[in-house]
């Protein structure tokens, strides 16, 4: 009896885990299945005159370092000026910030810069909501202050609208240090397969966990479904849910030259604690349960998956001990022992499709990769495994803890706001390790 | 730009292009059905692995384990999961009389399958040209020794069909990395169904290379090779988890404590000696003969087809990718056939597919070359003149010739015959039937007999507690190979019960080991254990003491006796050696038969060290001669040789002269024609009822019965005068009893060996029922025990174990045998140990076993 429920447990484990891969791998490879794939996921071959307007929102708090460059740059943006508007918004307080979008828009003669000033309470969503009400164009989008954009961005995205039937665009949004530490090549291949392979799969089927940064909305449609969400937490994964429930369709454009840059977490621990948060994150949804009406159950299913991953792979790290008892103790049917062994095959296969974007992502950026980063890439592959366990872990006893931390999170981000990058949803690979949706949730200190 | 591109999957090419094109495609599949299902019940013969495909299969759905027996890791077992999966959905051999024609049909399918998919992938490698799959599938179904092979349950059609399917999925355009991944998941399939399927790797990756487009390419041989990796790995995997990977332990015994995956490779991989290929006793040329000995035409067309591909890549520069991709698999399989390891008969059948491919492309291609217009009437032209060539040119075998019948009616006579609960060592074709569709669950296959632990539980690992053995041509070649000794050794200890050999094309010559087709089957029943140790008693005598053509002669006093001389002849005759009876009784009577008055044979040779003889004795031993009298009847009797009795009847007439009496009314017996005339010196142990019986039958001339008569009354009289039964007795012209001292020397007037020689024919007269014999055998038991107690001894122990098994004495006949007897057989040859007296003594002994009822019998070790 109890050797039944202990084989039926270890099969049905072993079935979700091979699923699970068979499916995360399926959607890291979806743009290679067809050349035609690849040929239609990136950007246009020519540009079409230029028509739609664009309102840039650039949410910044103390960031007077910064975001004169920034502005600079998007000055610089082969895009007619007056179609573009940049809206810096600070808050009232935050005199340094403003000062210098205010010097860097005389300096360089940016007459499209203007700066919002944000009343009372500080507060992502509430900079957003004020931007959108302030935009004046038809397409709005975020940049994050330290983001290193394309000049053309604009002309791909404004091509890609009068093409295509598209209401929601996310484009390439790609790490690229992948030297500067030990974990940042899965950490920079993550970014890689996430916004040029499996974001396009969600996209077909109309559900979009979004990133934070360079995704284009219209701003119709975030007026209509109500703009951010002040109150909630993880009001991006919301917006992405509210917008999939209004029907609207999602395209996805990566292309090597036009991503917008960032870099990797600048240490390990910085790495672990993004990752718990964007865990924790998606835990916030799951339990908001919005996702739930989404309007198919393709759609549940697979922004469900997506939500639960983080939590399922926390139970199966907490029920570890649990597994190797049964192992050590039970001897189990051979079939279902070799059953449980399929996710491990799928992993190795997933390293191994992990060297060959190694190799593609140094084509793509023209960089030289090390033979010695490919067997990093291999050494590291299990320790990486194990970042993502922790911080998988780590998510789900913060969250069961109850107190969620959050307030303490939000009130220390205050200081570094709208530093947090686009975060791509990770492959399961060993075991289906799961970063949230992007959350635009202030980082931790 | 469509809106979401990206999203949309391209559709593929469609397989069938047209109706017309599924109008040929339906016409060949018929025609393929058509010339493999008729007489696919009646040829080839079941070969033994078809069966044990079958077997395994079932044993895998009935009760989920990988084998009947113990799994070996021989092959890798997806092959028969499908066909127990088959079985399991048609009810075993419920739908189609049997799991040896249920195996067939599943065959018949995937040959269906095979055939429509070579099309496919003919028609595609060749650039959309349907000349090329209509001639490749021409080839792939006509092909007489395609025919023979597909019909067979072998693991290599559905590898095969298999294969072809990886294939298809590769061609699919635009290419997929789903189709890709689902190709190499399909390949793992197909090597876990056959292992050498890996051979054709080399070629997929040619297609792949050639299939998948730029940025894809990485992705697509990443994908494929894990997908067709990983699906192999989960067999190792499987050998691993079962603690069955690595090379076993060696237990205490020499053999191995477990299966392993490692050890069986190991041993495959070693299987044969090296030869390179060109070497004409190499395993690959003497295969290639076979295969042209049964099918030259489409090994020759296809030999012309695969040079004629070659030099067309050469000549279009490589630039042909489908070309390349057979060219590539041919060579490839070819090499593995080359590599200089043993090759088997039907290692062809995965070449055939790519043999018929390259026939069609190279046709395809020829036919190109006419103008417009005149290509259809070429692609018709050419594929008339393949269907002419296998009208004409090739043998029909396959459409007529029956070679199962003898098989079936060898399984029949076993179902009459043979009790369900007997032991069976068989060739596996009849392992469904009988053990699996039947209730014999003793039936082992031969190779597991010999190997398998388990199996050999089942007879006590004791090869003589096998009761039947079923032999084939695969058997006999196994036998001749010398890869199952201990089969060899239990046919050579059987007797043949049932022969099936009607109609057979086979030469067979079983003393040489030779078969040459497996349309026959014969069933062997074990000898008693007294008859194995008979047997082997013979041979060490043979070997031993049977010298020049038939002299058996004892070393080193250098004597040979007409006792002995019977002796040999007693044990050829019971073991069939005709040869060597023959050659005994030519040299008794080349050199023993020269006496003036008569044609008795003398008593005594001696042969000198420098290898001359001489008799030493002109005298008979009226005891041998009689031997020879009703061994000479029973000779010719069983090799129907009138001559033979013609010779006995000469003898026995001398012998009522020269070796009867007449005295005080009896017809009594001498003990030699010595030419004494008065006082007759007797030995009361010639005395023979049972011979004279069976003598009375065959030579009534004499008058036999009058010498059983006589003879109880005298041995009555001997024992009422005497008290005993003396070695020797000399009967005076008074008809009084005297001493036979003078003559024979001291002793001779007690009871002795010569007495006990008496014993067996009185035992076998008692247990007939002869109240003569009874009163004798109770009166000499005390006596004989007395004697042996005094004078122990091999002669005193076989017959106090004689007397022990007839009467109850208070002796354990059993303890009595193990120790006086058993401790005398050497363990290794199974032969008598000791010298040719001894050698009497025990064979006596064991003779009498066969002699005697079933009851009085000795259950021997």
């Known amino acids: ?445 | 730009m469509t809106a979401h591109a990206a999203a949309v999957r391209p559709r593929a090419h469609p397989l069938i292009r047209s109706h017309a094109e599924l109008l040929i495609l339906l016409a060949l599949l018929v025609l393929s059905g058509v010339v493999h299902g008729w007489n696919m019940f009646g040829y080839p013969y079941f070969e033994n692995d078809e069966a044990t495909y079958l077997s395994r299969g079932w044993a895998f759905v009935t009760e989920g384990r990988l084998d009947v027996h113990t799994y070996r890791y021989d092959h890798a077992p997806l092959g028969w999961i499908a066909v127990g999966g088959w079985l399991a959905l048609t009810g075993g051999g419920a739908v189609f009389g049997g799991m040896l024609e249920a195996g067939r049909v599943l065959m018949l399918l995937v040959h269906l399958a095979s055939t429509g998919l070579l099309y496919v992938v003919a028609t595609r490698l060749a650039g959309g040209r349907l000349t090329a799959g209509v001639i490749a599938v021409l080839a792939f179904s006509l092909s007489p020794i395609g025919v023979y092979f597909h019909r067979r349950v072998l693991l290599d059609n559905l590898m095969v069909l298999w294969v072809l399917l990886a294939i298809v999925l590769l061609l699919r355009r635009p290419l997929t990395l789903g189709s890709t991944a689902l190709s190499g998941l399909v390949f793992g399939i197909a090597v876990l169904t056959k292992l050498n399927a890996v051979f054709f790797g080399l070629g997929f990756l040619v297609l792949l290379w050639f299939g998948a487009r730029g940025l894809q390419r990485k992705h697509a041989l990443l994908c494929w090779l894990g997908a067709a990796g990983g699906t192999v790995l989960l067999f190792f995997l499987y050998a691993l988890l079962n603690q069955e990977l690595l090379p076993a332990p060696i237990g205490a015994d020499g053999e191995p404590l477990r299966v392993s995956l490692v050890d069986t490779f190991g041993l495959q991989l070693g299987r044969g000696d090296f030869a390179w290929p060109w070497d004409p006793a190499s395993s690959f040329l003497q295969s290639v003969g076979s295969w042209v000995a049964k099918d030259w035409y489409t090994l020759a067309i296809g030999a012309v087809a695969g040079v004629g591909l070659l030099l067309l890549l050469l000549l279009h520069r490589f630039r042909s990718p489908g070309t390349l991709a057979v060219v590539v698999f041919l060579l490839s399989y070819l090499l593995f056939l080359a590599r200089g390891g043993i090759v088997i008969d039907l290692y062809v059948v995965p070449a055939l597919p790519f043999l018929a491919m390259a026939l069609g492309l190279l046709s395809a291609w020829l036919s190109g070359l006419a103008p417009g217009r005149m290509r259809g009437l070429a692609a018709t032209a050419l594929a008339g003149t393949l269907v002419a060539g296998y009208a004409v040119v090739v043998d029909h075998r396959h459409l007529d010739v029956d070679e199962t019948g003898n098989q079936e009616a060898a399984l029949a006579w076993i179902e009459r015959e043979v009790p369900v609960d007997a032991v069976i060592v068989a060739d596996n074709y009849v392992y469904p039937e009988l053990a699996q569709e039947g209730d014999y669950d003793d039936t082992i296959y031969f190779f597991s007999a010999e190997y398998d632990p388990e199996s050999r539980e089942r007879y006590d690992d004791d090869w003589r507690d096998i009761d039947y053995l079923v032999l084939t041509h695969e058997v006999v070649e196994q036998i001749s190979q010398g890869t199952v000794p201990r089969v060899a050794e239990l046919l050579a200890h059987s007797e043949l019960r049932a022969s099936f050999t009607e109609g057979s094309s086979s030469y067979i010559d079983l003393p040489a080991g030779i078969s040459t087709n497996g349309d026959w089957a014969q069933v062997y029943a074990t000898k008693s254990r007294n008859g194995i140790v008979l047997q082997d008693a013979w041979t060490r005598f043979r070997d031993d003491w049977i010298v020049d053509y038939g002299q058996v002669l004892t070393t080193p006093a250098g004597d040979t006796t007409s006792d002995d001389q019977a002796l040999a002849m007693e044990q050829a005759l019971a073991e069939g050696d005709e040869a060597t009876f023959r050659g005994v009784w030519q040299w008794t009577g080349d050199h023993f038969r020269h006496r003036a008055d008569d044609v008795l044979a003398s008593r005594l040779w001696r042969t000198q060290p420098d290898g001359t003889g001489a008799l030493v004795s002109a005298d008979t031993d009226c005891a041998a001669d009689q031997r020879f009298i009703g061994l000479l009847v029973e000779a010719a009797g069983t090799w129907d040789d009138p001559a033979l009795h013609g010779e006995a009847a000469a003898l026995a007439a001398d012998w009522w002269v020269e070796c009867t009496f007449e005295r005080g009314g009896l017809r009594l017996l001498d003990s030699s024609a010595d030419g004494s005339v008065d006082d007759q010196l007797m030995n009361p142990s010639t005395f023979d009822p049972a011979l004279y019986r069976s003598l009375a039958v065959a030579l009534p001339e004499h008058d036999w019965l009058r010498l059983v008569d006589d003879g109880y009354a005298f041995l009555a009289r001997v024992l009422d005068e005497r008290g005993t039964v003396p070695d020797w007795i000399v009967l005076d012209e008074d008809d009084e009893l005297a001493s036979a001292e003078p003559v024979i020397g001291p002793g001779a007037d007690a009871l002795g060996e010569d007495t006990l020689r008496l014993l067996p024919a009185l035992l076998v007269d008692d247990a007939q029922g002869d109240a003569r014999a009874a009163a004798l055998v109770d009166a000499l038991a005390p006596l004989v025990l007395a004697y042996a107690d005094a004078v122990p001894g091999l002669a005193s122990g076989t017959a106090s174990t004689m007397l022990a098994a007839a009467r109850d004495l208070g002796l354990d006949a059993e303890a009595l045998y193990r120790e006086r007897i058993a401790t005398r057989i050497d363990p290794t040859t199974g032969a008598f140990t000791g010298g040719l007296v001894e050698f009497a003594w025990l064979h006596a002994w064991h003779r009498l076993q066969d002699d005697l009822p079933t009851r009085s019998r000795v259950a021997l070790l």
């Open chain 1, 1 to 445: 009896m109890l050797h039944s429920a202990l084989t039926a447990f270890v099969l049905v484990t072993a079935i979700i885990l091979l699923a699970q891969s068979v499916t995360s791998l399926m959607q890291t490879l979806y743009i290679w299945d067809t050349p035609e794939r690849i040929r239609a996921a990136g950007r246009p071959k020519r540009y079409l005159p230029p028509k739609h307007g664009f309102t840039v929102l650039l949410p910044a708090r103390h960031e007077a370092e910064v975001i004169g460059e920034t502005l600079r740059r998007l000055g610089e943006a082969q895009y007619p000026r007056e179609l573009v508007e940049l809206l810096v918004i600070c808050t009232a307080d935050d005199y340094a910030t403003i000062a210098a979008a205010e010097d860097a828009k005389g300096r360089h003669g940016l007459e499209q810069v203007r700066v919002v000033v944000l009343q009372g309470e500080p507060g992502k969503s509430r900079a957003m909501n004020l931007g959108l009400a302030e935009a004046r164009f038809e397409l709005v989008t975020i940049f994050d202050s330290e983001d290193d954009v394309s000049p053309e961005i604009f002309s791909i995205v404004d091509t890609i609208y009068q093409q295509r039937t598209v209401d929601v665009l996310q484009c390439g949004v790609q790490l690229m240090d992948h030297d500067s530490h030990w974990f940042s090549g899965h950490n920079v291949l993550e970014y890689f397969f996430w916004f040029k392979s499996r974001m396009h799969y969600f996209a077909k089927e109309g559900a979009v966990p979004l990133g934070g940064n360079t995704v284009f909305f219209r701003a119709e449609d975030l007026r209509e479904v109500g703009g951010w969400d002040e109150h909630g937490l993880t009001e991006d994964a919301d917006l992405g849910i509210r917008l999939s429930l209004a029907g609207r369709r999602f395209e996805v454009m990566y292309d090597a030259q036009h991503v917008t840059r960032e870099e990797v977490p600048h240490s390990t621990g910085a790495f672990v604690k993004q990752r718990t948060r964007w865990n924790q994150g998606f835990l916030q949804i799951l339990r908001k349960g919005e996702w739930l009406k989404l309007p198919s159950a393709r759609k549940v299913v697979l922004i469900g998956s997506v939500l639960i991953a983080p939590s399922f792979m926390a139970v199966v790290i907490a029920s570890a001990p649990l597994f190797i008892i049964i192992g050590a103790t039970t001897k189990l049917p051979v079939l279902v022992s070799l059953l449980s062994f399929a996710p491990l095959l799928l992993a190795v296969v997933m390293l191994l499709t992990s060297i060959v974007g190694l190799y593609e992502f140094g084509r793509d950026q023209g960089i030289r990769i090390s033979p010695f980063r490919y067997l990093l890439l291999v050494l590291s592959f299990i320790p990486y495994q194990g970042l993502l366990m922790v911080s998988a872990v780590r998510a789900m006893t913060r969250e069961l803890a109850g107190s969620r931390g959050w307030e303490k999170t939000v009130h220390t981000g205050q200081h570094r706001l709208g530093a947090q990058g686009a975060q791509p949803v990770p492959a399961p690979v060993l075991a289906p390790v799961t970063s949230p949706v992007p959350v635009m949730i202030a980082e931790a200190s």
